[in-house]
């Protein structure tokens, strides 16, 4: 039989289907949320428990999808650490700030804050900047004040070159902040440039387009790079605060890639 619906109408009736069947699934899932317990200091949204992501349940906030990264600078940029100096107030506000891979759960508050936000990405389209974060002669040397790069080193090539960069461009005593997939305890980085097959990769660094996975010498990777490091836990908050906005997974994972221990690491150039 003819399809007497000429296909661009029978697309839109699609995806507005589609779109119906999300919201309607999304309600559903916010009402068996419902309750007291957890609340994403992101968002605002109190619940009973985050919903969960592909390694931890119970991580993910059902409304503006932070994860545990999100919460936690945003925790520290609330001055709930136990690390002075690193509070919004201090550390973002009337300052130059570049921010890789901008996350829409920061993007507003980091912006919001600085006097100058500029965002940058190699792929996406939605930047001011397409950079190479290990090659940026875009961006003039001693400009910035503050880096924020989540979760980016890991698809850099050559970090080697990127730390230079970023200690480059920020001005004396700028601020990179970062955060890596790390394995709860592995002395070093586990790399290699020769591994180039999605499936391999995905193996050993537990994404297709991870080029490495983080060991605990990563601190040292950032102080050769002429960088002082301060290191952020969920042992730098109480735990009352942990608990509350879901700092660290409820339920660890037991497969060697997960990362069971988020670290949020303030590289200041010396």
């Known amino acids: ?26 309600t559903s899932l916010l009402r068996e949320l419902s309750g007291t317990g957890v609340i994403c200091n992101v968002c605002n949204w109190e619940g009973r ?33 136990d690390q002075p100096g690193l509070d919004q107030g201090t550390l973002l506000k009337g300052q130059d700030i570049l921010h890789f891979a901008p996350e829409r759960q920061l993007r507003e508050r980091v912006a919001k ?40 080193l890991e698809h850099v090539p050559n970090d080697f070159s990127a730390i230079k960069e970023l200690h480059r461009i920020l001005r ?12 709860d305890s592995p002395s070093s980085t586990d790399e290699d440039s020769a591994v180039t097959d999605p499936i391999e990769r995905e193996r ?9 996975m983080y060991g605990d010498d990563l601190p040292e990777r950032l102080e050769s790079g002429g960088f002082e490091v301060r290191m952020i836990s969920e042992k730098s908050f109480i735990k009352e605060a942990v608990k509350k906005y ?7 994972n037991s497969n060697p890639l997960a990362t069971n221990k988020r670290r949020i690491y303030f590289a200041r150039k010396l």
């Open 49 to 81: 428990a985050f919903t969960d992501d592909t390694w931890h349940p119970g991580t993910i906030c059902p409304v503006c999808r932070s994860q545990i990264r999100h919460r936690m600078l945003s925790a520290i940029f609330d001055g709930l650490s």
């Open 113 to 152: 804050a600085a006097s100058r936000y500029t965002t940058a990405d190699y792929d996406r389209g939605d930047c001011d900047l397409k950079l190479d974060m290990s090659d940026m002669p875009q961006v003039p040397a001693d400009s910035l004040d503050v880096v924020i790069a989540c979760d980016v």
């Open 204 to 212: 050993r660094f537990g994404q297709k387009d991870h080029v490495r």
């Open 1 to 26: 039989m003819v399809n007497l619906i000429p296909l661009p109408i029978r697309k839109v009736l699609g995806n507005w289907w589609h779109a119906k069947q999300e919201r309607k699934r999304h």
């Open 172 to 183: 004396s005593k700028g601020i990179a902040i970062l955060t890596v997939p790390q394995k």
């Open 246 to 252: 879901v700092l660290s997974p409820v339920t660890a």
